[in-house]
């Protein structure tokens, strides 16, 4: 009959296993976020410190993106909330396993979650009991491994010299088709965003700098509200 | 889990606020896709238009991230490839 600290420690050795299927994927991203970070004119300091405390792949590279485009600090706060927020409802279903645990594990598990370290926890807890090493060992190599990937692109960043030959400069495009798509969840979000999308090419080419992005958003953004606006009178007569 | 859940907005807020992602980032990419040149392209010749529309559907098929950035680089590389 092994001991509690045995049992914990095979959990533990369990749970960083587990995530192997998925680290080449989050490899690769952190790859890819350490080298746009140096493209965007972030220190290898600073973006590994990123990476470090912030531990949030797509929000690090929407930041990342929206900074080197000249984005306000609001739009920035209000994007990354909206991207994170999902971590809100990851949290909200583990909770009946984990209501148990004492405050500091939830806080280091919750610092630790990430899409692929909630896949596997969920599928580990629905067939087993919930156990909190389990956790922190698929929280930790998942961590692990973001960490090193975004630290070698980091490293790679400069010697890249010029990502657009490889064609490297469409990962921040095509991270943000892939998040802006399942955002769109009705007519008024596939409105705003067409509109958004014209009017970025019209401000692209008579505005200057990168003042499109402000104009294209604020008539986008209005649009909408006018819209929800709009349904809500139709529906209170 | 720890200290985010007492955060409240007004529905109305929340309503509008779905929005500024969608159109920020929306008007952020769509210029580099259309325009990665600094002129407006619409023809098939633009590598980055053509992988834009194939990022576009391998994430509506999949959602895997990364296969979404795999394919586009793989469509612009081997487009400039058989191009020059």
């Given at each position: 009959?092994?001991?509690?600290?045995?049992?914990?420690?095979?959990?533990?050795?369990?749970?960083?296993?587990?995530?192997?299927?998925?680290?080449?994927?989050?490899?690769?991203?952190?790859?890819?976020?350490?080298?746009?970070?140096?493209?965007?004119?972030?220190?290898?300091?600073?973006?590994?410190?990123?990476?470090?405390?912030?531990?949030?792949?797509?929000?690090?590279?929407?930041?990342?993106?929206?900074?080197?485009?000249?984005?306000?600090?609001?739009?920035?706060?209000?994007t990354t909330f909206m991207i994170n927020s999902r971590h809100f409802l990851m949290s909200a279903s583990l909770a009946p396993y984990v209501g148990g645990w004492k405050l500091k594990w939830k806080a280091l598990l919750s610092f630790?979650?990430a899409d692929e370290t909630y896949a596997m926890t969920m599928s580990h807890f629905s067939k087993n009991t919930p156990n909190k090493y389990y956790q922190l060992g698929v929280g930790l190599s998942v961590y692990l491994v973001w960490?090193?990937?975004?630290?070698?692109?980091?490293?790679?960043?400069?010697?890249?010299?010029?990502?657009?030959?490889?064609?490297?400069?469409?990962?921040?495009?095509?991270?943000?088709?892939?998040?802006?798509?399942?955002?769109?969840?009705?007519?008024?979000?596939?409105?705003?965003?067409?509109?958004?999308?014209?009017?970025?090419?019209?401000?692209?080419?008579?505005?200057?700098?990168?003042?499109?992005?402000?104009?294209?958003?604020?008539?986008?953004?209005?649009?909408?509200?006018?819209?929800?606006?709009?349904?809500?009178?139709?529906?209170?007569? | 889990?720890?200290?985010?859940?007492?955060?409240?907005?007004?529905?109305?807020?929340?309503?509008?606020?779905?929005?500024?992602?969608?159109?920020?980032?929306?008007?952020?990419?769509?210029?580099?896709?259309?325009?990665?040149?600094?002129?407006?392209?619409?023809?098939?010749?633009?590598?980055?238009?053509?992988?834009?529309?194939?990022?576009?559907?391998?994430?509506?098929?999949?959602?895997?991230?990364?296969?979404?950035?795999?394919?586009?680089?793989?469509?612009?590389?081997?487009?400039?490839?058989?191009?020059?």
């Amino acid at each position: 009959m092994p001991s509690q600290r045995e049992a914990s420690l095979q959990e533990f050795r369990s749970g960083l296993r587990a995530p192997l299927p998925l680290v080449i994927g989050v490899f690769s991203f952190g790859l890819a976020y350490g080298i746009l970070a140096i493209q965007a004119g972030l220190s290898f300091l600073e973006s590994t410190l990123m990476s470090l405390t912030v531990f949030a792949g797509a929000a690090q590279f929407v930041a990342t993106g929206m900074l080197m485009s000249g984005a306000g600090a609001l739009p920035i706060l209000v994007t990354t909330f909206m991207i994170n927020s999902r971590h809100f409802l990851m949290s909200a279903s583990l909770a009946p396993y984990v209501g148990g645990w004492k405050l500091k594990w939830k806080a280091l598990l919750s610092f630790l979650l990430a899409d692929e370290t909630y896949a596997m926890t969920m599928s580990h807890f629905s067939k087993n009991t919930p156990n909190k090493y389990y956790q922190l060992g698929v929280g930790l190599s998942v961590y692990l491994v973001w960490l090193l990937s975004s630290i070698a692109g980091s490293a790679l960043g400069p010697l890249v010299g010029n990502p657009q030959a490889w064609g490297l400069d469409f990962a921040l495009p095509a991270t943000f088709i892939a998040l802006i798509l399942p955002m769109l969840q009705n007519w008024r979000d596939i409105l705003v965003c067409i509109t958004a999308g014209l009017l970025s090419i019209v401000g692209f080419t008579w505005l200057p700098g990168k003042w499109y992005v402000t104009f294209a958003s604020l008539v986008a953004i209005a649009l909408g509200w006018g819209l929800v606006e709009l349904c809500k009178q139709k529906s209170s007569r | 889990m720890a200290l985010l859940g007492n955060a409240r907005i007004s529905k109305g807020m929340a309503d509008v606020m779905r929005f500024v992602p969608i159109a920020v980032l929306t008007s952020l990419i769509v210029p580099s896709l259309l325009a990665p040149k600094g002129y407006v392209d619409f023809s098939f010749t633009n590598e980055y238009l053509v992988a834009g529309i194939l990022a576009t559907i391998v994430t509506y098929r999949t959602k895997v991230l990364i296969l979404t950035i795999v394919v586009g680089i793989a469509t612009i590389l081997t487009m400039r490839l058989l191009i020059s």
